[in-house]
């Protein structure tokens, strides 16, 4: 055992710190690894190349821009827009609250897929959240258009984190009862996944109760616009 | 049957195309370079399978360099105005999310209805579904807006230019996770945190496995690379052969608290940097820094959560 080879972790650290590009941090990061490890460089980057290539799944997300900007260049976002300029009593925390509900409960009937950043997030949920805000702050600045775009991004991670382990099917429960099951402990997957639902409430009510803060943050500049 | 590997063909097509829609962009400065970029993905997703591990390795070792000596620019793809795409929105109303909901369900109907027909990998359905969502939305795009032939992959060139190297990071960090995993760093890590651990304390050792979970978690990005290190070090000798605990409360309970870590990430990039250039944000961390105020007090509460049902 080679302590040393935790010099690949500080690399990223430190690289991800100073903003060096990511993918030079990372490959740097994997070869001193491996080389500190003792594994010749041509080795390395083969075991690099054969990960890269079994994990072109996470890039297939990608199909759906032309799709996306092609609803974009016909005014999906403006219509986005609309429909929630529209809606009496709409605020980014309310609508980020039932897009919340409804990613976890989808997401823990597995259907993951269905929606995240470039399905939903990008063309319908984060120009949504922006007119509510914009009703809610008329003069809402740059920063503060970021933030609430951010939120709708987060948002859409804490609904699936905390609502596809729910599921029985998902890869972390099956990853999970594969360990247990080679140290000798059988588990069904329903057994793990009960154990999801006291987090997902939790998850739930955390969370929602930050996008209500955030509404009153929004009003709260409302009101300073009104003193000035 | 319909396998992955047809919708890696169908996605290696559409890089292509960005490829070469990249040559001909003459507003971009840098247009070879962000053309040999998507370029090698779509040879990626064509080929990989035929090129060996190392000839992978040669592939990302070029994706590596164009992106981190700055080769790659952004291109100005032919678009409408904002005052054309307010008119348009005006004009058809909210019958424009009917193609956007096309893809959602076509992926849900494709996984619950053609999952057992033999037709498609019955393990890959919604993905391969989503793909077939893309196409039937984009028929359904042409026969109604009539758009220039080119213009969705001009448009999706818009898009991913935006995304630029971000769109290769997720695949770097599970290769990077993979070098790990051949160098021990895991064994290495589970016994720093076992030398750490206090004897005889039930709550500390609660206390090292979830957070352990949260920051290896945030080291690698993922939480399915730190549970089996971390389960293996502390959830298994300690929490349930030492003190009986509920080992499905305790690894159940112990990948949240990881989640909790991938919410705190830059290393997760599919969750927290994509999403940023996907929404032209300028601080790349915008998102996680969005989600720190609701991960540090959800791993609080799968702590507690560990501790009173897995030791009752």
């Given at each position: 055992?080679?302590?040393?080879?935790l010099?690949?972790i500080?690399?990223?650290?430190?690289?991800?710190?100073?903003?060096?590009?990511?993918?030079?941090?990372?490959?740097?990061?994997?070869?001193?690894?491996?080389?500190?490890?003792?594994?010749?460089?041509?080795?390395?980057?083969?075991?690099?190349?054969?990960?890269?290539?079994?994990?072109?799944?996470?890039?297939?997300?990608?199909?759906?821009?032309?799709?996306?900007?092609?609803?974009?260049?016909?005014?999906?976002?403006?219509?986005?827009?609309?429909?929630?300029?529209?809606?009496?009593?709409?605020?980014?925390?309310?609508?980020?609250?039932?897009?919340?509900?409804?990613?976890?409960?989808?997401?823990?009937?597995?259907?993951?897929?269905?929606?995240?950043?470039?399905?939903?997030?990008?063309?319908?949920?984060?120009?949504?959240?922006?007119?509510?805000?914009?009703?809610?702050?008329?003069?809402?600045?740059?920063?503060?258009?970021?933030?609430?775009?951010?939120?709708?991004?987060?948002?859409?991670?804490?609904?699936?984190?905390?609502?596809?382990?729910?599921?029985?099917?998902?890869?972390?429960?099956?990853?999970m009862?594969?360990f247990?099951?080679?140290?000798?402990?059988?588990?069904?997957?329903?057994?793990?996944?009960?154990?999801?639902?006291?987090?997902?409430?939790?998850?739930?009510?955390?969370?929602?109760?930050?996008?209500?803060?955030?509404?009153?943050?929004?009003?709260?500049?409302?009101?300073?616009?009104?003193?000035? | 049957?319909?396998?992955?590997?047809?919708?890696?063909?169908?996605?290696?097509?559409?890089?292509?195309?960005?490829?070469?829609?990249?040559?001909?962009?003459?507003?971009?400065?840098?247009?070879?370079?962000?053309?040999?970029?998507?370029?090698?993905?779509?040879?990626?997703?064509?080929?990989?399978?035929?090129?060996?591990?190392?000839?992978?390795?040669?592939?990302?070792?070029?994706?590596?360099?164009?992106?981190?000596?700055?080769?790659?620019?952004?291109?100005?793809?032919?678009?409408?105005?904002?005052?054309?795409?307010?008119?348009?929105?005006?004009?058809?109303?909210?019958?424009?999310?009917?193609?956007?909901?096309?893809?959602?369900?076509?992926?849900?109907?494709?996984?619950?209805?053609?999952?057992?027909?033999?037709?498609?990998?019955?393990?890959?359905?919604?993905?391969?579904?989503?793909?077939?969502?893309?196409?039937?939305?984009?028929?359904?795009?042409?026969?109604?807006?009539?758009?220039?032939?080119?213009?969705?992959?001009?448009?999706?060139?818009?898009?991913?230019?935006?995304?630029?190297?971000?769109?290769?990071?997720?695949?770097?960090?599970?290769?990077?996770?993979?070098?790990f995993?051949?160098?021990?760093v895991g064994e290495v890590v589970g016994g720093i945190a076992t030398h750490v651990l206090p004897?005889?304390s039930l709550v500390a050792a609660v206390a090292l496995y979830g957070i352990g979970m949260a920051v290896f978690t945030m080291i690698m990005g993922n939480a399915f690379a730190a549970f089996p290190v971390m389960t293996g070090a502390i959830g298994l000798p300690i929490l349930i052969?030492q003190y009986?605990g509920?080992?499905?409360?305790v690894c159940a309970i112990g990948m949240l608290a990881g989640f909790c870590g991938t919410?705190m990430t830059?290393m997760?990039?599919?969750?927290?940097?994509?999403?940023?250039?996907?929404?032209?944000?300028?601080?790349?961390?915008?998102?996680?820094?969005?989600?720190?105020?609701?991960a540090i007090?959800l791993l609080a509460?799968n702590l507690l959560l560990i501790y009173?049902?897995a030791?009752?």
């Amino acid at each position: 055992m080679n302590d040393w080879v935790l010099l690949g972790i500080l690399i990223v650290v430190v690289g991800f710190a100073l903003r060096l590009n990511p993918l030079l941090v990372v490959t740097v990061a994997a070869l001193t690894t491996g080389l500190i490890a003792g594994k010749g460089l041509l080795q390395v980057i083969a075991a690099f190349g054969k990960a890269f290539n079994d994990n072109r799944f996470v890039t297939i997300i990608y199909i759906l821009l032309p799709v996306i900007g092609l609803l974009e260049r016909y005014g999906l976002q403006q219509r986005a827009r609309t429909l929630i300029a529209g809606m009496r009593g709409a605020t980014t925390g309310r609508l980020l609250i039932a897009y919340l509900f409804f990613r976890q409960i989808t997401a823990s009937f597995g259907l993951t897929s269905i929606a995240g950043p470039a399905q939903t997030v990008r063309p319908l949920v984060a120009p949504m959240a922006e007119a509510a805000a914009e009703k809610q702050a008329p003069t809402i600045d740059e920063a503060g258009r970021e933030r609430v775009k951010a939120y709708a991004a987060a948002t859409d991670n804490v609904g699936l984190f905390f609502g596809e382990d729910i599921f029985i099917a998902i890869g972390s429960i099956l990853l999970m009862v594969g360990f247990l099951e080679q140290n000798g402990i059988k588990l069904a997957p329903l057994q793990l996944s009960v154990f999801a639902i006291p987090t997902a409430v939790l998850a739930f009510l955390i969370h929602a109760t930050r996008l209500l803060l955030l509404d009153r943050s929004l009003a709260k500049r409302r009101v300073q616009e009104a003193g000035e | 049957m319909i396998t992955l590997t047809w919708l890696y063909v169908l996605i290696g097509v559409m890089f292509a195309a960005f490829a070469l829609l990249s040559v001909s962009d003459r507003s971009n400065g840098k247009r070879f370079g962000n053309a040999a970029f998507w370029g090698l993905i779509a040879v990626s997703f064509f080929f990989g399978d035929f090129l060996g591990d190392l000839g992978n390795g040669v592939l990302v070792l070029c994706l590596v360099g164009l992106a981190g000596f700055g080769a790659l620019g952004r291109g100005n793809p032919p678009t409408t105005s904002a005052e054309e795409r307010a008119a348009s929105s005006e004009r058809r109303g909210n019958r424009l999310f009917l193609p956007a909901l096309v893809i959602p369900i076509t992926a849900l109907l494709g996984t619950l209805v053609l999952k057992n027909s033999g037709w498609i990998d019955p393990k890959q359905a919604t993905l391969i579904s989503l793909g077939a969502g893309v196409l039937i939305a984009l028929a359904i795009g042409y026969a109604w807006l009539r758009p220039p032939l080119l213009a969705p992959l001009q448009e999706g060139r818009r898009l991913m230019d935006s995304v630029g190297w971000a769109a290769v990071l997720p695949q770097m960090l599970a290769a990077l996770g993979a070098v790990f995993a051949l160098a021990g760093v895991g064994e290495v890590v589970g016994g720093i945190a076992t030398h750490v651990l206090p004897q005889g304390s039930l709550v500390a050792a609660v206390a090292l496995y979830g957070i352990g979970m949260a920051v290896f978690t945030m080291i690698m990005g993922n939480a399915f690379a730190a549970f089996p290190v971390m389960t293996g070090a502390i959830g298994l000798p300690i929490l349930i052969h030492q003190y009986h605990g509920n080992p499905a409360a305790v690894c159940a309970i112990g990948m949240l608290a990881g989640f909790c870590g991938t919410l705190m990430t830059p290393m997760a990039a599919n969750f927290n940097i994509v999403p940023a250039a996907l929404l032209d944000l300028k601080d790349r961390n915008a998102v996680v820094k969005a989600q720190v105020g609701t991960a540090i007090p959800l791993l609080a509460c799968n702590l507690l959560l560990i501790y009173f049902l897995a030791f009752r």
